[in-house]
């Protein structure tokens, strides 16, 4: 059973840059099984995928999203960690890091950070 | 990039079946994952690869898939199932991950 948590600010200013961590717990982050993904939701709306990083450090991000996102990992610490930048109001949102199986579908999910961009 | 249809709301009574659709071109060739996200609560994974359960989820939610449409049925619906549900494929190594806009589901 993987358990993951976000960490970060709940606040920041427009046009600075976003930046969350997840640590996760109950397996490692290198395991084969698995890319690590970001997904955040601006309030009362929808789900969007922002990006993922496979075990092997490949990344993947939202076409819409990809000149501002840049998605790193730390294996020795068991996190990996997302970096928005150039923020909005539009990039207000609650942030969730998730566990990506084989690249197909999120099955653990953090507990969401809400990020206020103002 | 591709686009998830789903309706936005559904609202069925108590022990109903609740239909919940999912569209886009030539979703049955691909494998599609279902959420369910209560109020102010992370999305939990409720059907993945179309039609299988994790452990834990009930018998009652079930997924098919045909054509241009995918469908979540959840069986005996419960006032516990009320919540919002998405659908998520993979679709492509440029464009991955995609979610539908979210059905919220209304037990009367």
């Known amino acids: 059973q993987l358990l993951l948590q976000e960490s970060g600010p709940g606040q920041v200013k427009p046009s600075e ?69 150039s923020v909005t109001a539009a990039d207000t949102a609650v ?7 084989r690249h197909h579908y999120f099955d653990y999910w953090g507990q969401g950070n809400l990020v206020t961009v103002s | 990039s591709y686009v998830l249809s789903q309706p936005p709301s559904v609202s069925v009574a108590p022990g109903e079946t609740a239909r919940i659709t999912c569209g886009a071109k030539d979703i049955g060739s691909k494998s599609v994952h279902w959420y369910q996200q209560k109020s102010g609560q992370a999305p939990i994974l409720l059907i993945y690869y179309d039609s299988d359960r994790p452990s834990g989820i009930p018998e009652r939610f079930s997924g098919s898939i045909s054509g241009d449409t995918a469908t ?28 539908g806009g979210g059905t919220k589901l209304t037990v009367l």
């Open chain 1, 17 to 85: 840059t976003l930046s969350l961590n997840c640590t996760v717990s109950g397996g490692p982050i290198t395991s084969s099984s698995y890319h690590w993904g970001w997904i955040r939701q601006p309030p009362g709306r929808g789900l969007e995928w922002i990006g993922s990083i496979s075990y092997l450090g490949t990344t993947f991000y939202n076409p819409s999203l990809k000149s501002r996102v840049f998605i790193s990992a730390h294996p020795s610490k068991n996190q990996f960690f997302l970096t928005l930048t």
């Open chain 2, 72 to 99: 979540l049925i959840i069986s005996r619906v419960e006032a516990g199932d009320e919540a919002d549900y998405y659908c998520q494929v993979w679709y492509t190594s440029a464009d991955p991950e995609v979610f």
């Open chain 1, 95 to 101: 942030y969730f890091c998730a566990a990506d199986y």
